[in-house]
């Protein structure tokens, strides 16, 4: 059974600074890995995804990486910023006995203040 | 439409009670998923549809809980009997098709409160 643990917990920094998130897996056998950010109350956004054969994405600000066969991801957002702050969720996309399967941490809790 | 829809939004119900939840995909994809978040949580698999058939329903947490996919578009989440301790937001998503290249796109999600 796939579990998923993201460290910190929680992260609170001033603006300006570079971040990274942690996101580790215990089943390696992955087809992608998703990560998210959710605003509270809110549904949650998709910021990038990284499929299993690569090691790198990156949107803006945002740079995902993998290393799959450790069962690890980290999440670098460089220059953050106010509204960057939101929870941080990553999800790898199971293959295997989890086929097809998406399954969360219990998220990164951001805050970034001016 | 454009993203996922779900309805209602909120939902207060009384304990015993019966509900249902719609998740309205985006147009053609073929994987849909629900699961249900409580509150400082990450959200928790409850069951995902490849087309109309239940790929997996192993989060499911017991025979109170119900979702049907018909017609390979539309899903909707019922709950029986409803608890206290159901009380959550029960988020919807799809993908286009299972792939390691797909995101999957989650809805609102709807918040239901058992009374």
């Known amino acids: 059974k796939q579990e998923v643990t993201q460290i910190p917990a929680a992260l609170s920094v001033p603006e300006g600074e570079n971040l990274v998130l942690n996101c580790s897996f215990t089943d390696s056998a992955i087809y992608n890995l998703q990560w998210f950010r959710q605003d509270p109350g809110k549904g949650l956004t998709s910021l990038l995804l990284?499929?299993?054969?690569?090691r790198e994405q990156t949107s803006g600000r945002l740079n995902a990486s993998l290393d799959k066969s450790s069962g690890r991801s980290t999440l670098y957002i460089a220059a953050s910023q106010p509204g960057d702050s939101a929870t941080y969720l990553c999800a790898p996309l199971g293959g295997g006995t989890s086929y097809g399967k998406l399954t969360f941490g219990q998220g990164t809790i951001l805050t970034v203040h001016p | 439409g454009a993203g996922v829809s779900q309805t209602p939004s909120n939902k207060v119900t009384e304990k015993g009670k019966y509900v249902e939840l719609r998740c309205d995909p985006i147009s053609g994809h073929t994987a849909l998923y629900w699961y249900r978040q409580s509150l400082g949580q990450g959200p928790e698999f409850l069951i995902y549809?490849?087309?109309?058939?239940?790929?997996?329903d192993s989060g499911l947490p017991n025979d109170r809980f119900f979702a049907v996919r018909p017609e390979g578009s539309v899903s909707t989440l019922k709950i029986q009997r409803t608890e206290r301790g159901d009380s959550a937001v029960y988020l919807c998503a799809s993908r286009l098709r299972q792939g390691p290249d797909t995101e999957a796109f989650f809805g609102q999600g709807t918040r239901l409160t058992v009374v």
């Open positions: 549809f490849q087309g109309t058939g239940a790929a997996d």
């Open positions: 990284i499929q299993s054969s690569q």
